[in-house]
């Protein structure tokens, strides 16, 4: 399990990316874990369908709110299409089905995932979604 907790994870976990409640926001989505307890609202301002600017709270895992703060910094600022592409690469990298390859070198911190499958749920839970949001939003 040691190698599950890398530096950036460590670091992710400690210290996340926009982790703030926000009540004033347009849209917010819960995403819920209810076998572990892990549970995240994400929260999103938008501008024509760009994610421009996300935040997240709540409380899970080491992992669980290390991939949350990883996935709201790597798509803010991002279209709808192109947050939908980078969720499903991430699904993809976390589930070995993508060959390595990778939209961000963050994706390579959860690597142990490939051989230690028992704790994809908890990485994969606000990033499924974020996705299941984003199909709903195409046109």
């Not at 024509?48 to 997240?56: A, G, P, Q």
């Not at 990485?123 to 195409?138: D, G, H, I, P, R």
Request: charged share 25%; net charge negative; with cysteine.
């Amino acid at each position: 399990m040691k190698s599950l907790y890398g530096d950036l994870i460590k670091q992710h976990q400690k210290n996340p990316y926009h982790f703030l409640k926000k009540e004033d926001v347009e849209l917010s989505l819960r995403a819920n874990n209810p076998i572990c307890g892990d549970r995240y609202d994400l929260y999103i301002e938008n501008e024509e369908n760009v994610l421009s600017t996300l935040h997240f709270h709540g409380f899970g895992c080491a992992l669980s709110k290390a991939s949350a703060s990883i996935m709201v910094e790597t798509l803010e600022g991002k279209s709808y299409e192109e947050a939908k592409e980078i969720c499903q690469n991430f699904l993809d990298y976390i589930h070995d089905k993508t060959n390595g390859e990778v939209y961000t070198e963050a994706f390579k911190a959860f690597e142990a995932l490939h051989t230690q499958t028992a704790r994809i749920d908890c990485v994969a839970l606000t990033w499924k979604e974020m996705l299941s949001f984003l199909q709903t939003q195409s046109s």
